[in-house]
């Protein structure tokens, strides 16, 4: 298990014997699990054919969901399971334990019994798609590293204020304007650089079905997000009408209020107006699309940080306001999340939105609540006491665009599903832990795999439920769990970055730059990778 992530439940030991894989010929069980088989395992490896070792998949309607159960022997290897995450999760781990991904490896595994399942059914990782595009390359090999470590939902944020990122037939200006700006401000937050590249892009519907059955083939279910009412200005530059105030716009090049402030640019940050009707038929037409293309029983509203000023200017929402007996602006982004709700219910989906979905105080308990506000939210305890279920993703330490000098490793690995006010009477509420990954200052592959390995590792055992007693313990097995990530070219932020060892002298000198730009990790961890490729030569 030296290698193993997310640690295996339970691996009995039987004697010193051993099997390796590379003498295995034959392959029993229904013909999907021996393609399986072929992808996973003998693809990558020359099989000794000499040897008659067998493998059998072998139906246990009595495991539960995803789990699976080996019995490895000097002879044969039988593979229990229920479903087909379960036979996915068994050749992933069979694939680690005996690093068939790496050259030269003999392929061994020690005789003994398996136990494996996971803690939670949800177990993701968000990734912001809108701020900076990631193609389908960068997205398949997302895909790829995620059932390598046993996750299940990817969740995609395919729209924002910064660009419009799937296409709509019925509304193409969705994407030939909102998909495009002209210019990005980059270097972290609080900087006023601007690179003058003019960013574009976006998933065809071809694009997106091969995303979800390339996900699928990966036990991964795609949960797309349109957010909205907020975070909506990329919409605007195609159909300004969808706005309270009627004006042009484009998708927004800067990030948050404060550079605007400093630029001198105001009220870029606008929401849907929720009196016209337009809205709302514009609304149910994108989404009737969306459900089409998306097989989760899923669909993520956003719902965060919704600017309300114009709102309460606007005569539109006014009458609406009016019409339908809500008090205030809050208690109006509640009542549109209801509507919502109920067209999804309508087509047989769930409503996920993040924690600010609460605000007005009458959402719909049905609605899945994704808590990631760094403050304690005291709506979230109430939507648990009413019996609401809730995915948990904690800007700290959940939020793997921060730098590692602000949220290292260990604060990833110490994640506490009770930290924030949770009590264990509300576990079965916790449907699980998702990861996001926020785009702003994230526009390559390398620095995003830098974000995101090793806190996926430490991520996965926290989805698995793996005990985390020792953190020395995990770091060695990532160390050995490595050799695979590098197989696959993952830029992982070295120990050094990862564990943030010198905060103190970082935070004494460049404490601002260090924390909010993560572009000075990326140039520090590829200094540091390439010493350590040219001393591993
Ligand atoms: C969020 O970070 N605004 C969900
Ligand atoms: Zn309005």
Not at 241 to 256: K, M, N, S, T, V
Request: charged share 25%.
């Amino acid at each position: 298990m030296s290698n193993m992530i997310p640690a295996l439940k339970s691996y009995d030991l039987i004697g010193d014997s051993k099997i390796s894989l590379l003498d295995v010929t034959t392959v029993s069980g229904e013909n999907c699990f021996k393609e399986l088989y072929r992808e996973y395992i003998s693809s990558k490896i020359e099989v000794n054919t000499r040897e008659f070792k067998s493998i059998s998949f072998i139906v246990d309607s009595k495991l539960s969901k995803e789990a699976y159960k080996i019995n490895i022997s000097e002879h044969v290897i039988e593979v229990f399971f229920s479903d087909y995450n379960g036979v996915l999760y068994a050749l992933q781990t069979l694939r680690v334990l005996a690093e068939v991904d790496v050259e030269g490896s003999k392929c061994e595994l020690k005789c003994g019994c398996i136990v494996d399942q996971p803690k939670h059914s949800w177990r993701a990782i968000m990734l912001d798609v809108a701020r900076s595009f990631h193609g389908m390359d960068t997205v398949k090999r997302l895909l790829d590293m995620m059932v390598l470590h046993k996750m299940n939902v990817f969740h995609m944020h395919l729209t924002d204020d910064s660009g419009w990122r799937i296409e709509i037939k019925k509304y193409p200006l969705l994407t030939e304007k909102g998909s495009y700006r002209p210019r990005t401000q980059i270097n972290g937050w609080g900087s006023l650089d601007v690179d003058e590249t003019p960013h574009s892009g976006f998933y065809t519907q071809d694009d997106i079905k091969e995303i979800v059955a390339y996900a699928a083939a990966r036990g991964i279910v795609v949960v797309p997000e349109i957010d909205m009412p907020g975070h909506f200005t990329a919409a605007f530059a195609g159909y300004p009408e969808l706005a309270c105030r009627e004006i042009p716009c484009e998708p927004i090049w800067f990030y948050g209020g404060k550079f605007a402030k400093k630029m001198g640019i105001e009220n870029s940050f606008r929401s849907a107006c929720l009196g016209k009707p337009f809205t709302f038929e514009f609304i149910y037409n994108v989404l009737t699309e969306v459900f089409e293309l998306f097989t989760s029983p899923y669909f993520h509203v956003g719902g965060d940080e919704a600017e309300k000023k114009e709102w309460s200017k606007c005569p539109h929402c006014a009458k609406y306001m009016e019409e339908n007996g809500i008090a205030n602006t809050y208690e109006l982004q509640c009542y549109f999340i209801n509507e919502i709700s109920k067209f999804c219910k309508s087509h047989g989906k769930t409503l996920i939105g993040w924690n600010e979905v609460l605000e007005g105080g009458k959402l719909d308990n049905s609605t899945l609540v994704q808590y990631w506000t760094l403050q304690k939210d005291r709506g979230v305890v109430e939507h648990l006491n009413k019996g609401g279920k809730i995915i948990l993703s904690k800007h700290k330490p959940m939020y793997m665009d921060m730098s590692y000098a602000q949220y290292n490793l260990k604060n990833m690995y110490n994640f506490n599903e009770h930290m924030e006010g949770i009590k264990t009477r509300h576990d079965s509420q916790i449907i699980g832990v998702e990861a996001p990954v926020w785009t702003e200052f994230i526009s390559s592959r390398e620095k995003l795999d830098m974000q995101l390995f090793p806190r996926m590792e430490a991520l996965a055992e926290v989805c698995w439920g793996t005990p985390r007693n020792s953190f020395k313990e995990f770091s060695a097995r990532l160390e050995n769990f490595k050799r695979i990530l590098d197989v696959y070219d993952i830029w992982y932020a070295e120990p050094n970055i990862a564990s943030c060892k010198n905060p103190i002298k970082r935070l004494r000198t460049r404490a601002i730059w260090y924390t909010s730009n993560t572009e000075l990790e990326f140039k520090e961890n590829k200094l540091l990778r390439a010493a350590r490729q040219k001393n591993q030569k």
